[in-house]
């Protein structure tokens, strides 16, 4: 019998991290999970603590997981920063760059993420796009292995905890102008080019705004200046905003809530007081609300001029 085809796309490829290439020589026999993924994703980032689980608690009965990183933003691309992710993870099973979407397009994927179960001739056997569906995805884990026992216990913590699906009202944005809407600034009429903006004295609910000089860019804002600010007016447990960077040196920035500092509303990234920094690109946890949830007013402020904002996300 010939080997499966989609084997061969995962061995196709050098662009593999902290493992050899797995082709269908060495995939060959083994139930196969494959995850793609992008680095900045946080509905990626909440399924993580399963597929790592069932990485390891599976890894001896024959399951090896291949997570394939297929970047949505171009500053995704860069290996160092997967290689960031995987260790901020730990991750430890093997994953290989699809950084022009080979992969992803032998596969006819759409989403990030999504996880494809092969069974031990390669053949796809089952798959599921998205947050949720654990149980019923390590059932078929284990029914390709040909084993029936409990499932493991899983708890995400941090940024990787389950979204607060009940109070969660406010949707992902994206704010270049490719696929950006919802900006209330009411001097958004530049593109691709430098230009001042202000945020207006009040936000309507799942609107944001610029302040300060900014250039909006297909797939993000760039700061020109220092001590600009991005405004949103969200309802949801968490808030997350996709950063990036211009220069090396990192950014300061602060976090405002409804004008003030978040104290024990702060996000994984920002202190009580609301400072952070834009170190790298990645996903920034700006606010993860301590008490009741409910319609806030987020403020981020940085210091200096380079930083780029790509999409907010909410949890």
């Known amino acids: 019998m010939p080997d499966s085809p989609l084997l061969h796309l995962l061995g196709g490829t050098t662009g593999w991290l902290d493992s050899e290439p797995l082709g269908p020589a060495e995939l060959r026999g083994h139930v196969v999970l494959v995850d793609f993924w ?50 901020a993870r730990d991750l430890d099973h093997p994953v290989v760059l699809d950084n022009d979407y080979e992969i992803w397009n032998g596969f006819d994927n759409h989403y990030w993420p999504a996880l494809y179960f092969l069974d031990t001739e390669g053949v796809v056997r089952d798959f599921h796009f998205g947050e949720g569906r654990y149980r019923k995805s390590e059932r078929s884990i284990q029914k390709l292995l040909g084993i029936d026992r409990d499932v493991v216990s899983v708890e995400g913590l941090g940024v990787e905890a389950e979204a607060d699906w009940q109070h969660l009202r406010t949707p992902e944005t994206y704010l270049g102008h490719q696929r950006g809407e919802r900006l209330a600034s009411l001097q958004g009429v530049g593109l691709d080019e430098p230009h001042g903006y202000e945020i207006p004295d009040r936000l309507h609910t799942n609107r944001w705004a610029l302040g300060g000089e900014w250039t909006i860019a297909p797939e993000k804002v760039v700061l020109e200046a220092p001590d600009g600010t991005v405004a949103f007016r969200f309802r949801a447990r968490d808030a997350h905003l996709v950063l990036s960077s211009e220069t090396s040196a990192p950014i300061p920035f602060q976090v405002l809530l409804d004008g003030e500092a978040p104290g024990p509303s702060h996000g994984e990234d920002v202190d009580e007081a609301g400072n952070g920094v834009l170190a790298e690109g990645r996903l920034y946890q700006l606010v993860r609300q301590s008490d009741r949830v409910r319609e806030r007013t987020l403020e981020i402020t940085f210091r200096d001029a380079g930083a780029e904002a790509y999409a907010f996300t909410f949890g």
Do not use: K, M, Q
Not at 39 to 66: E, K
């Open 38 to 87: 992008t680095l900045t994703c946080i509905n990626w980032l909440r399924t993580v603590p399963y597929v790592r689980a069932w990485s390891r608690a599976y890894r001896d009965d024959g399951l090896i997981v291949v997570g394939v990183h297929t970047p949505e933003f171009s500053f995704e691309h860069r290996a160092e920063l997967v290689r960031c992710a995987i260790d």
